[in-house]
Every structure is written in structure tokens, then in C-alpha cells.
């Protein structure tokens, strides 16, 4: 019987037998490296869906979706599989009993808990994605003279919260906060990306080129000079406490299609989440945001 994702003591037991080289573990590890890999496959495919999905996009719906998904590739690669496991058995060991075979599979489909500190930023909620981002919003909306709290909303309607941000082709973050595309002068590494682009008020599908970012650090300092170097957003700078005004004018400049763009970044700055999220943090002397009658334009 295929073993449910919600069991985890199924990984610790798979560890236990990997480190007393009990032979095995080995066909069991390969077939969860297998599951793994075809995991990717079904996440990939959904990225490239065309529609909205028939019950709605939402948190709960990703989620469960990708629960679902983890234990179809578990399904799939029970049995016999789709081969992968076999292979990864002959190639990496000879004999399903071989020691190194077992420990190497082993590190392939479930890293050690110590590779942990090194892995690329997960962000779990948006109280999470809040506090990370949070000391980078403060330094450019100082630079910038905007609302930090805008900037975040900005962020957080871009990737979902973190939870949506762009991937390479290798799994790896792009690190792409804000959306930014890939124009003819960018020489770094760019990912594509099928996206809604607006025409005269009409929606299309589009393919476009995204750039990829080294850290979180990274993709703030290119934001920046976007925004200071760039003529068409001279008006999106010095708006202080009014993120009224920089929504507003980020729409005007052409940078995003969306004609609901700077409603979406309102809606976020004075709903709940965003405000729930930045509440124990430490505003600095950034002016706080203005909340005056304007705010009720974006609504």
C-alpha cells in the first residue's frame, strides 16, 4: 500500500535504515527520489495552465492542490514506476544492498536537516514574508521617500505573499519581487514566463522574459535604480506618506498593464493581513502611511 504524504515517520524510519545501511532502504529511497521527481513535473505542468482554475485561486486551493499532487507522484512511482527508481538502483549501487547506493539516494531525496540554514527563503504566511523583507522596504522607501507600507503591498500583490515567486528552470528562486521584466540591456539570467498583459483595456496572454536575482538584497538595489534612473517614474519617487499617490502614479508610468493595478496595492495597504503582519515590527523613521480620505479612491 502506497504510504500517505501526511505520514512523516515514514522519512525518519527511511534515515534510521539509510545510516545502518540496511539494504532495504535503498529501492524504498529511489522511489521516493522518483516521486520527487515527478512531483516537479506536476507542479510544472500546472504552472503552465492557461485558465483560472475552475474553483478559484486561492491559498487553500495551492495548497490542497499540492497535496493532491505529492501523493499522485507517490502513486506513480509505486510498483514498478516509470523506471527511474531501478536505474538510480543500477547505476549509483550495482547491487540493491550497496552501502554507498543507500546513503547517496538517501541525500538525493531527502537532504540532510543541516543543508536547511543554507536553503533559499520559504516564506510560510505573510507574517513571514513581512518580517523578512521588512529591514530592505525600510531602506528603499528611505531612498525613495515612499511609504514602506505601500512598497510591501507592492511586493506581496507581485508574488502572493512570497508565496508565488518566479522559479528557473532548475527549481531555484529568481528572486523577482517585483515583477520586473528583462529588457534588451539586462545581461544577468532571465526566466520566461506566460503573464496577463492589458491593451486598451483588453486582456491578453503574453509571453515575457523576467530578470533573475542573486538575493533578496539584489532585487531591491535593481528596483531602486529602476525607479531613480528611469525618467517615467520621476513621479512614482518622493511621495512620502501618501501610498496613494505611489500607486497612482506606479499605474500611470505604464508600470504594470493591469488597470486595476494601483487599487490591488490600496486594497493590500489597508486591509488586515498587511497590517496584521507589521504590526510588532519596528517602523522607522519612514512617515508612517497616509490614511486619509483618498485612501477610499482605491477602493
Not at 538525493?108 to 529591514?135: I, K, M, Q
Not at 491578453?204 to 523576467?210: A, G, K, L, N, Q
Not at 493591469?258 to 493590500?268: E, S, V
Amino acid at each position: 500500500m502506497t504510504a500517505a504524504i501526511t505520514d512523516f515517520t515514514q522519512f525518519s524510519t527511511l534515515r534510521a535504515g539509510a545510516e545502518k545501511n540496511d539494504p532495504e532502504v535503498l529501492r524504498e529511497v529511489a522511489g521516493q527520489f522518483e516521486a520527487l521527481f515527478l512531483q516537479t513535473i506536476l507542479k510544472n505542468m500546472r504552472a503552465s495552465e492557461l485558465a483560472d482554475p475552475l474553483l478559484g485561486d486561492s491559498d487553500q486551493h495551492e495548497m490542497y492542490q499540492g497535496m493532491m499532487d505529492q501523493q499522485l507522484a507517490m502513486e506513480m512511482s509505486s510498483g514498478r514506476g516509470i523506471g527511474l527508481a531501478e536505474m538510480l538502483v543500477r547505476q549509483l549501487g550495482g547491487e540493491p544492498g550497496s552501502v554507498s547506493a543507500t546513503r547517496e539516494v538517501f541525500s538525493l531525496a531527502a537532504p540532510p536537516r543541516s543543508s536547511v540554514g543554507n536553503a533559499e527563503p520559504t516564506w510560510a504566511d505573510p507574517d513571514a514574508f513581512a518580517r523578512d523583507l521588512w529591514p530592505h522596504v525600510n531602506g528603499v522607501a528611505r531612498e525613495l521617500n515612499i511609504a514602506p507600507e505601500a512598497l510591501l503591498a507592492q511586493a506581496a500583490l507581485e508574488t502572493g505573499w512570497g508565496a508565488h515567486v518566479m522559479e528557473r528552470a532548475n527549481g531555484e528562486s529568481s528572486y523577482n519581487l517585483f515583477g520586473i521584466k528583462a529588457g534588451r540591456d539586462w545581461t544577468g539570467d532571465s526566466v520566461a514566463r506566460s503573464t496577463l498583459e492589458y491593451s486598451g483595456g483588453v486582456a491578453r496572454r503574453s509571453v515575457e522574459r523576467f530578470k533573475v536575482y542573486p538575493d533578496v538584497a539584489a532585487t531591491f538595489k535593481d528596483y531602486v535604480q529602476l525607479i531613480k534612473e528611469n525618467p517615467r517614474y520621476e513621479k512614482v519617487r518622493d511621495n512620502g506618506a501618501d501610498s496613494v499617490g505611489f500607486a497612482n502614479a506606479l499605474q500611470e508610468s505604464g508600470y504594470a498593464t493591469d488597470p486595476a493595478y494601483a487599487r490591488k496595492i490600496g486594497g493590500l495597504v489597508q486591509g488586515k493581513t498587511l497590517r496584521a503582519a507589521i504590526s510588532g515590527l519596528k517602523i522607522e523613521s519612514t512617515p508612517s502611511i497616509n490614511t486619509d480620505s483618498r485612501a477610499a479612491a482605491l477602493q
